[in-house]
């Protein structure tokens, strides 16, 4: 684990994007609701920051201010984690271009470069993120998602980095599942930062949420025109909501990992469930990396019950083990990944560990499994 310095994740989560204080003045401002605001009748737009509702907005931009200090970088956030990585690549991607993908990491982008990436001319190939990882020239933009969606897997960032900037590539890395608290991409050599701030870096199951962050002025732009010009923003409440969200992510992030860890020790320790993943344990494939690049573990795991029916079975059994995509959030949840299309068996599971009590819910998983047969 990488040392810290200056103030601490608790500390840097609490402040994060807050206006400096004002008598009188909440913490954290309420919401703007505004589409237009007044204009300056002589100087027109030019006279505030706050013109359009699309482009301006002050809660998001408060937002984007926190988000920007945890990844060290600066931030525009989205509507959605969708709304951005495909944002960011139609931004940054014309026709004659190569994009290298995960081949085994969040099945809706591989949708897109299919569908709409291909046809447009330009070049999809595909990796998986374990390596190996084809020759690079004439890429122009590489996207990691590390670790990986829903199989875990990790890659090497700054390896991978110095081999695409080397053959002029730009690199992105998609952080949903680390959350900036868990690793940060731009000090791993990454251009550029994507992810779902709908997971554990909001946490809360009740909003949808994308940004990306870079430090490189002219790909800030970049993103920002196409935001603009294709609307994909999230409205004021959302962001008001993710920003409070936002000041517990590292109380948040401390108990899911503690859990995680339970849940997948219990797990790996049992003869009728295999393929257990997660990047924390020591024999996992991906420790050796994950433990050196990663500030902290994942509330997410992955297994397999065998068969579809098994899965059902242990979630009706399950009384803190909600059925339902997503994670990152409050409750402990599992999905059967490949009832969505996902390229999985039968019987993989994701499971992403709540806030409860490790002891309840090493318990409860416990029970569901033997009443699962
Ligand atoms: C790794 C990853 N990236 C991107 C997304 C898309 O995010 P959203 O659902 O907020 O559009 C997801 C959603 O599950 C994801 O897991």
């Known amino acids: 684990m990488s040392a810290v310095t200056g103030p601490h994740d608790g500390t840097r989560c609490v402040h994060a994007g807050l206006p400096e204080p004002v008598p009188g003045q909440p913490f954290l401002p309420g919401p703007v609701f505004a589409a237009p605001y007044h204009l300056d009748p002589w100087a027109g737009p030019a006279a505030s920051p706050n013109g359009y509702g699309r482009p301006d907005n002050p809660t998001r931009r408060l937002l984007e201010a926190a988000v920007g200090e945890l990844e060290t970088g600066d931030c525009r956030v989205f509507a959605s984690g969708q709304a951005a990585i495909t944002g960011l690549l139609l931004a940054l991607l014309k026709p004659g271009d190569t994009v290298l993908l995960p081949s085994d990491g969040y099945f809706p982008v591989r949708a897109f470069a299919t569908e709409t990436l291909d046809p447009m001319g330009v070049r999809v190939l595909f990796a998986p993120t374990g390596g190996p990882y084809p ?9 990691l998602e590390t670790p990986a969606n829903p199989g875990l897997d990790v890659v090497d960032v700054p390896a991978l980095a110095a081999r695409a900037h080397a053959a002029g590539a730009l690199v992105a890395v998609d952080n949903t599942t680390a959350t900036p608290l868990g690793q940060r991409p731009l ?27 870079t430090r490189t002025p002219e790909l800030l732009d970049a993103v920002t025109n196409w935001r603009t010009v294709t609307g994909a923003v999230p409205g004021a409440f959302d962001a008001w909501l993710a920003h409070r969200s936002l000041a517990t992510l590292d109380l948040r992030l401390a108990r899911q990992t503690a859990n995680a860890e339970a849940v997948a020790r219990l797990l790996a320790g049992r003869p009728d469930v295999t393929g257990v993943r997660w990047p924390g344990l020591p024999d996992d494939p991906a420790y050796p990396v994950a433990s050196v690049q990663m500030r902290r573990m994942p509330g997410v795991l992955s297994f397999d019950l065998g068969d579809a029916g098994r899965v ?62």
């Open 135 to 143: 020759d690079l020239d004439g890429v122009r933009l590489v996207l």
């Open 187 to 213: 000090d791993l050599g990454a251009d550029l930062v994507v992810a779902s701030g709908t997971k554990a870096l909001t946490g809360h199951s009740d909003l949808l949420l994308g940004y990306v962050a």
């Open 312 to 373: 059902a079975r242990f979630l009706d059994a399950a009384r803190l083990v909600a059925a339902a995509t997503s994670f990152g959030g409050l409750h402990t949840s599992a999905d059967r990944r490949a009832q969505w299309g996902d390229d999985t068996a039968p019987g993989f599971v994701r499971l992403s560990c709540g806030v409860e009590d490790t002891v309840d819910l090493v318990a409860d998983v416990t029970a569901a499994l033997e009443a699962a047969g």
